[in-house]
């Protein structure tokens, strides 16, 4: 099974500043199709998670440009350029390339400073 | 807009069973693979199974290889999950999810004597 690192797992931020989150994966995400199934969820808290990003740096529709996804291959990061408070939560990378199992990595929790 | 809203959750005994149902609306259901995903209490998410858009076929994570049964009726716009044998790691919120994209509030389920 693919096995996905996200690091940090707890990511303490001040308003206003950048954030960055990144997921490390076990085996090459790009599929014989040429693209990378690496999604990026935030789960707030209390809330089921929502998709921000999807094959690695397409945002969802109503989704902030504050956020942005990067990477290729086994490396990847996602970026918020100005944290707000409404993104407290815990974000998750999930790869839908080696399935299955689709695999999620620990889940980073982002809060305020 | 797409809603997604699961039923069944409850207190079982390990070694019992239970049922859970999504029914979806405003999409054409027929045409979206679909997913069962876990989250434990205070833990991270955790891929279920998935079936194909027409039902024919199922995948499912090893721990409930067996145990777990993933299906739909395309003409309800229902999604089921049949758990069998529940064991007390079962314990989680269960979600059903849209090809990926898309997610249920959830439905709580908790094995325990």
């Known amino acids: 099974d693919v096995v996905l690192t996200q690091s940090p797992l707890s990511l303490p931020v001040t308003l206003g500043q950048p954030a960055s989150i990144s997921c490390r994966s076990s085996?090459?995400?790009?599929?014989?199709?040429?693209?990378?199934?690496l999604i990026w969820f935030q789960q707030r808290p209390g809330q089921s998670p929502r998709r921000l990003i999807y094959?690695?740096?397409k945002r969802d529709s109503g989704v902030p440009d504050r956020f942005s996804g990067s990477g290729s291959g086994t490396d990847f990061t996602l970026k918020i350029s100005r944290v707000e408070a409404e993104d407290v939560g815990v974000y998750y990378c999930?790869?839908?390339?080696?399935?299955?199992?689709?695999?999620f990595g620990q889940g980073t929790k982002l809060e305020m400073k | 807009q797409v809603h997604l809203g699961e039923s069944g959750g409850g207190v079982v005994q390990p070694g019992t069973s239970r049922g859970l149902s999504c029914t979806g609306s405003?999409?054409?259901?027929?045409?979206?693979?679909m997913h069962w995903v876990r989250q434990a209490p205070g833990k991270g998410l955790e891929w279920v199974a998935l079936?194909?858009?027409?039902?024919?076929?199922?995948y499912y994570t090893d721990s409930v290889k067996g145990r777990f049964t993933i299906s739909r009726d395309n003409s309800k716009n229902t999604l089921y999950l049949q758990m069998n044998s529940l064991r007390a790691e079962d314990t989680a919120v269960y979600y059903c999810?849209?090809?990926?994209?898309?997610w249920g509030p959830g439905t709580l389920v908790t094995v325990s004597s």
């Open positions: 999810v849209r090809d990926m994209s898309d």
């Open positions: 405003g999409f054409t259901f027929s045409n979206y693979p």
């Open positions: 079936i194909s858009y027409d039902g024919t076929t199922q």
């Open positions: 085996q090459s995400l790009l599929f014989s199709d040429g693209n990378t199934y």
């Open positions: 094959q690695v740096s």
């Open positions: 999930m790869q839908g390339t080696h399935w299955p199992p689709h695999t």
